[in-house]
Structures are given as structure tokens and as C-alpha cells.
T-cell receptor, first 115, second 114 residues
Framework: GDSVTQMEGPVTLSEEAFLTINCTYT??????LFWYVQYPGEGLQLLLK?????DKGSNKGFEATYRKETTSFHLEKGSVQVSDSAVYFC??????????????FGKGTLLTVNP | DAGVTQSPTHLIKTRGQQVTLRCSPK?????VSWYQQALGQGPQFIFQ???????QRGNFPDRFSGHQFPNYSSELNVNALLLGDSALYLC?????????????FGSGTQLSVL
């Protein structure tokens, strides 16, 4: 079945540092890939997505590229801020029949950014 | 637009009891999915409802059941609660049949089973 493996946390960075959170996946066919963010006490918010190979999703300075050859979708940001402190989830949505809106999530990576 | 709303926000139950969680989808959405997020884990898909029927189900026992009403709102019922059912339960909604439709999540119901 589908699965997502993402970098174990927690990750602690200083403000303006470079961020990478690794994510790899296993799925049949051509899944869509997502990064969600969860701030304390809140639900999940879509951060960015990519729906086909070599697509780059980007939002709020974050970006991730859909790499089919390495089955990866690593999240990057050039300069993190304290307000980026949150839990980040990599997820996929399979494209086989009947699974159009079912998301499979990784375990999440807690990011803490210190001033 | 109120987005996806869930109630209650917090709930405490004891083992063996039954619980009902409620979800109102975002305006214009007709499909509701439920996810269980255990502490320190990613959300896991429980099931999805569309046109008042369960359309997909994840790897959860029959103790987990649901319902969708004509106004598209939904309930998640869990019977014979176990300690391991303690988790954040998330509801998500979308419009059926729209390519690459974005999924909207509620803030969740935190269930504690003692």
C-alpha cells in the first residue's frame, strides 16, 4: 500500500537558517504530493502541493520538487522565521480508483525556530 | 465562510463508553472524511462519506462508524472505547468530482479515554 517516510524530528534551527525536511514515498502510479503544516492547537493547513513529476510546489518561501526517480518530495526554505515553528507533514494522495481524496501522511516533523 | 467546524473541541471518556463527534463541512462541500491523529503521529484515514454513504474505509475496526446527513454534516461514532482510542480526531471536507480539489481540515476534537 501507499506509505510516506519523513525525516525524524525534532528539528531546531536559528532564525534565518536553511531548512530541509526529507520526505520519500511509496505508491503505485502517479500520486499527488503535499506538505501540510500544523500550528499548536490548530488543524492541518495545506502548505504546498505538486501533482506530477518535476512539478515544484511553493508557498510562503517554502518549496518542494516532485522527484519521481528518487520518489522524494523534500521541503526546503532558505531562511526560516520564528513564526515557522510548527509540525510539518508530508502526504500523498493516490490516483487509483476510489482513493481520490484519501491522504496518506508521514509521522510529522516538529520544527522549532529560535530567535 | 466558517470553514470546517468540529464539536466538541475536547472530550473525556472512560473505557467501554461510546462517543459521538460532529463535523460541519465547509460551505459548498459535499464530501467528509475523518482522520485519527495519535500523539506524535501523522493522521490516519478512518473513512469518507459522500451522498450519505461510506465510500472508502481505512484500517479501523467496526467499533468506528459514521453517518452523513442530508445537509452534508457528519458524525463519527466510536463504541467500546479503548485507551488506545485517545487521539485528535480530524474532519476534512471537499467537493466530490473536482480534479485536484483542495482538502480543508477542521481543528479537531481531542478525545481522552481514561
Amino acid at each position: 500500500g501507499d506509505s510516506v517516510t519523513q525525516m525524524e524530528g525534532p528539528v531546531t534551527l536559528s532564525e534565518e537558517a536553511f531548512l530541509t525536511i526529507n520526505c520519500t514515498y511509496t505508491a503505485t502510479g502517479y500520486p499527488s504530493l503535499f506538505w501540510y503544516v500544523q500550528y499548536p492547537g490548530e488543524g492541518l493547513q495545506l502548505l504546498l502541493k505538486a501533482t506530477k513529476a518535476d512539478d515544484k510546489g511553493s508557498n510562503k518561501g517554502f518549496e518542494a520538487t516532485y522527484r519521481k526517480e528518487t520518489t522524494s518530495f523534500h521541503l526546503e526554505k532558505g531562511s526560516v522565521q520564528v513564526s515557522d515553528s510548527a509540525v510539518y507533514f508530508c502526504a500523498l494522495r493516490g490516483n487509483s480508483g476510489g482513493s481520490n481524496y484519501k491522504l496518506t501522511f508521514g509521522k510529522g516533523t516538529l520544527l522549532t525556530v529560535n530567535p | 465562510d466558517a470553514g470546517v467546524t468540529q464539536s466538541p473541541t475536547h472530550l473525556i471518556k472512560t473505557r467501554g463508553q461510546q462517543v459521538t463527534l460532529r463535523c460541519s463541512p465547509k460551505s459548498g462541500h459535499d464530501t467528509v472524511s475523518w482522520y485519527q491523529q495519535a500523539l506524535g503521529q501523522g493522521p490516519q484515514f478512518i473513512f469518507q462519506y459522500y451522498e450519505e454513504e461510506e465510500r472508502q474505509r481505512g484500517n479501523f475496526p467496526d467499533r468506528f462508524s459514521g453517518h452523513q446527513f442530508p445537509n452534508y454534516s457528519s458524525e463519527l461514532n466510536v463504541n467500546a472505547l479503548l485507551l488506545g482510542d485517545s487521539a485528535l480526531y480530524l474532519c476534512a471536507s471537499n467537493r466530490q468530482g473536482v480534479t485536484n480539489e483542495k482538502l480543508f481540515f477542521g481543528s479537531g476534537t481531542q478525545l481522552s479515554v481514561l
